[in-house]
């Protein structure tokens, strides 16, 4: 990954953790002595590991005990009748008593046929005695039954917050079961999290779903106080054993930063960085609550006419968290899935730049699906980086068509663009929205294939080698961590996964089958683990 095209070599060596060196199997085979392990690839493609630019690792912890209804192929649900025959099967495994809270994720009403879509009726009919809450597939919202509203303090009649959705029964102010962005903020903080009994194994757990994607850096990319405890207790016992990176949540910078000072920032310790700020200026478009400068053509999520969606927070305090964030030199990740959002990111910037608005921050644009050309050219102006997401076209791609029409949703994740312009864009899955799978995100961003068949933006298609930087060397460049990462290269970390075929090689169509063999942590194996 040393260079703009792909380059080999025959063999590498590796020693105390880091690539010793690299190149002819004749000259590297010199470096042995009577301790050398000899691994023979047989024709596999060994790689740099790859550095996740965007996922939520905070919920690989408590993925083994919520239940998956998303829609195929990542899961078994197509209709509410589906989901809660999977929820049913789910709770009799777990013996679930009476009381106790169920949790499922993947629901995405816009794959529901005729518009049948799951509420709090359905699921109190199925579960009366127990709270059950499903977290929307864009993660920024739940349905809830009458059991979990109670347990969370949601009541019918109850005003909709500021930067918030609940959507109600028709001609009534009662709850229909699903709230987003900032109204789901109350359920998401209250939902159980790792125990301290717990959290080690949890923890391990997590890990092992990144290592099994060939993942050796992870992000948890939206990170509250009690997370960072938990991730900071489990690194002083040493269990972490890939990298995380963690940026605090722009509700709870200021706290954290009294007990993790900003000087400690961007360092790791026992595999543990925190890595800056996050701010969330909307939130999804397949959720209809990204934030646009033009009406959705299917209107809000709770029927609003000629909407836009809105800001996610309120404008004054994600002004004030990007200045404190600048002024206190740690890095930003911003949350913009709109182009309105988008616009507000890059004024924002400015505004908190000072006197150098083009300084290597190295601040990103999470998601950023709906950039726009002229906001691209601004990118290149001031050095802002686009962290896209171009398994979207693949997932939600249809939906996006539906809501936004085909010429804007054909530029969504416009990597081709991107690079055109200079930029570095990197690719993420924003684990768990979408599983963590690096070959499915290589194979949405050579091939950017809708899941009801054809292509979503063809122009914007680039090639596997292109795709493969956005999840090594750029990602590497997103973290600082350029002169370590991302390159098998001496004196770089030892970090390497070893894939089935070379998605340079192979039909793009096939890029996704491609599997992950063995994932390399600083020269210890940690997938498949022993």
């Not at 040393?2 to 010793?20: C, F, H, Q, R, S």
């Not at 182009?339 to 004024?347: G, Q, S, Y």
């Not at 899941?451 to 460049?477: F, K, M």
């Not at 192979?506 to 020269?523: F, L, N």
């Amino acid at each position: 990954m040393d260079g703009d095209t792909p380059t080999y070599v025959e063999a590498v060596a590796v020693k105390d953790g880091k690539i010793l060196t690299a190149g002819s199997d004749a000259d590297v085979m010199k470096t042995r002595d009577d301790h050398t392990v000899v691994k023979e690839l047989g024709g596999k493609l060994l790689l740099p590991g790859f550095i996740d630019p965007h996922s939520h690792f905070i919920d690989s912890l408590t993925m083994a005990d919520r239940v998956n209804v998303s829609a195929p192929p990542v899961g078994p649900a197509s209709n509410p009748e589906q989901i809660v025959a999977t929820l049913k099967a789910a709770a009799a495994k777990k013996g679930l008593k009476p009381g106790e809270l169920l949790l499922g994720w993947g629901y995405d009403e816009n794959l529901m046929p005729g518009g049948d879509l799951l509420s709090r009726d359905i699921l109190d009919k199925a579960f009366p005695d127990n709270p059950v809450g499903i977290i929307h597939v864009s993660m920024h919202g739940a349905v809830m039954n009458s059991k979990a509203m109670e347990k969370f303090g949601y009541t019918d009649g109850m005003p909709t917050p500021k930067g918030g959705i609940i959507v109600r029964k028709p001609g009534t102010q009662d709850l229909q079961g699903l709230v987003m962005e900032t109204a789901y903020l109350p359920m998401y903080t209250k939902q159980p999290g790792p125990t301290r009994e717990t959290e080690l194994a949890d923890a391990k757990a997590g890990q092992l779903l990144y290592a099994a994607a060939g993942v050796t850096t992870a992000q948890e990319g939206s990170t509250h106080q009690a997370q960072l405890e938990t991730f900071q207790r489990v690194a002083k016992a040493g269990g972490f054993f890939i990298d995380v990176v963690s940026y605090p949540f722009l509700t709870d910078v200021d706290a954290i930063s009294k007990t993790t000072p900003f000087t400690s920032w961007g360092k790791y310790d026992n595999h543990l960085k925190v890595g800056g700020c996050k701010i969330t200026s909307d939130g999804s478009p397949q959720g209809k609550t990204a934030w646009f400068t033009t009406p959705y053509l299917t209107g809000g999520p709770a029927g609003e006419k000629g909407w836009k969606g809105e800001p996610g927070f309120p404008v004054d305090a994600m002004q004030a968290m990007m200045k404190k964030c600048y002024d206190n030199n740690v890095q930003v990740l911003f949350h913009a899935n709109g182009d309105a959002a988008i616009d507000f990111l890059i004024k924002t910037h400015v505004a908190s730049a000072g006197t150098d608005p083009s300084a290597d921050r190295r601040t990103v644009c999470i998601h950023c699906q709906f950039i726009r050309p002229d906001q691209i050219a601004a990118f290149r102006k001031y050095n802002l980086i686009p962290a896209l997401f171009t398994d979207h076209t693949f997932f939600f791609g249809d939906t996006h068509i539906k809501n936004r029409g085909l010429q804007q949703a054909s530029f969504i994740s416009p990597m081709k663009a991107a690079l055109a312009a200079g930029l570095r864009p990197t690719n993420h899955t924003d684990a768990f929205v979408v599983p963590i799978n690096q070959m499915m995100t290589v194979w949405t961003a050579v091939n950017r294939p809708l899941r009801s068949g054809g292509t979503l933006g063809p122009d914007q298609r680039i090639s596997p080698y292109q795709a493969l930087q956005a999840i090594t060397t750029s990602a590497a460049y997103q973290y600082r961590e350029e002169d370590s990462k991302g390159r098998i290269k001496p004196g770089m970390r030892a970090d390497l996964v070893i894939l089935s075929a070379d998605p340079n090689k192979v039909d793009p169509m096939t890029i996704k089958d491609i599997t992950v063999i063995e994932t390399i942590k600083d020269g210890k194996t940690v997938y498949p683990a022993s």
